[in-house]
């Protein structure tokens, strides 16, 4: 119990060669600046066709296009538009930025970020195995109705926690927020040299704190070990601004953040339809 499940590709018999995920979702995250010099040499008439074809790429409807597709507008000076786009297919993703780069507004939307990550499910989520082991470790009796009825609870709610860590759906709440993260390789903090069932107890209070913001802030992380430059991408979703700033202030004092977490930068900004995307940047 005290030992990571092993990969699910280590060893056994191997199945073909794909770019597919086929257990979750390729992500991409790309954020984007509006460049005044090359918007002020576009014509009217040839800036109003590019605003059109990339509404149409940016279109979650359209027939092709990514099996999750989001806008918003990015607020300080490291970008003007962000977009998110998760699907099973990473050249599904990666047409968007070439789409982008081909429309007549490519010279006037400049690339200056982007994270590739995937979906995963954290090894820190107890199997139902384990929650049983953890309720009997807080004295409920195995033989128990109690006991029963909370491991049948907690299968339930997994089926729907795998769901949305796998293939999330993106709430209609218009506050968003992104970060990259680490957890650091300090010497006097290094948690990757602590047993697991050590990493499995502070996950579990890190865990916690984020529960108490149900139904204000919505969470998915995606994984990016080797596929970037940090090792997480944390993206939120909230019902109104204040409460990006408390769910982030308030897990940084459990001890997976305090002592072992590295955050990157923070790119907020408000969810909108492609075409108001547009129009708020003044494109």
């Known amino acids: 119990?005290?030992?990571?499940?092993?990969?699910?590709?280590?060893?056994?018999?191997?199945?073909?060669?794909?770019?597919?995920?086929?257990?979750?979702?390729?992500?991409?995250?790309?954020?984007?600046?509006?460049?005044q010099t090359a918007l002020n040499h576009l014509g009217a008439s040839e800036r109003a066709a590019g605003v059109e074809q990339v509404c149409q790429i940016l279109d979650a409807k359209r027939p092709g296009a990514p099996i999750r597709l989001q806008t918003s507008v990015v607020s300080g000076h490291r970008a003007d538009l962000g977009i998110l786009?998760?699907?099973?297919n990473p050249l599904v993703l990666d047409s968007l930025k070439h789409a982008i780069r081909a429309s007549a507004l490519g010279p006037v939307l400049e690339p200056v970020y982007s994270f590739v990550s995937i979906t995963e499910i954290s090894e820190y989520v107890p199997t139902l195995e384990?929650?049983?082991?953890?309720?009997?470790?807080?004295?409920?009796?195995?033989?128990?109705?109690?006991?029963?009825?909370?491991?049948?609870?907690?299968?339930?709610?997994?089926?729907?926690?795998?769901?949305?860590?796998?293939?999330?759906?993106?709430?209609?709440?218009?506050?968003?927020?992104?970060?990259?993260?680490?957890?650091?390789?300090?010497?006097?903090?290094?948690?990757?040299?602590l047993p697991y069932s050590?990493?499995?107890?502070?996950?579990?209070?890190?865990?916690?704190?984020?529960?108490?913001?149900?139904?204000?802030?919505?969470?998915v992380i995606t994984a990016s070990t080797g596929l970037d430059d940090w090792e997480w991408g944390v993206t939120l979703w909230a019902r109104e601004p204040a409460f990006i700033k408390e769910i982030v202030y308030t897990m940084r004092f459990d001890e997976a953040s305090a002592n072992y977490a590295k955050f990157g930068p923070f790119y907020?900004?408000?969810?909108m339809s492609p075409e108001a995307a547009l129009k708020q940047v003044q494109v």
């Open 268 to 271: 907020v900004g408000y969810i």
């Open 198 to 219: 050590r990493r499995m107890e502070m996950m579990t209070e890190h865990g916690k704190s984020g529960m108490k913001f149900g139904g204000r802030v919505s969470q």
């Open 130 to 193: 384990q929650y049983g082991e953890r309720l009997k470790a807080e004295g409920t009796d195995p033989a128990s109705p109690a006991f029963a009825a909370k491991l049948k609870m907690y299968e339930d709610r997994e089926v729907m926690m795998r769901k949305q860590r796998l293939f999330p759906d993106f709430p209609e709440w218009p506050v968003y927020c992104f970060y990259p993260m680490d957890k650091i390789r300090d010497p006097h903090a290094n948690c990757y040299t």
């Open 1 to 35: 119990m005290n030992a990571p499940a092993r990969p699910p590709h280590a060893g056994g018999p191997q199945s073909e060669p794909t770019i597919l995920m086929k257990d979750g979702w390729h992500s991409l995250h790309l954020y984007y600046r509006v460049n």
């Open 85 to 88: 786009a998760m699907d099973e």
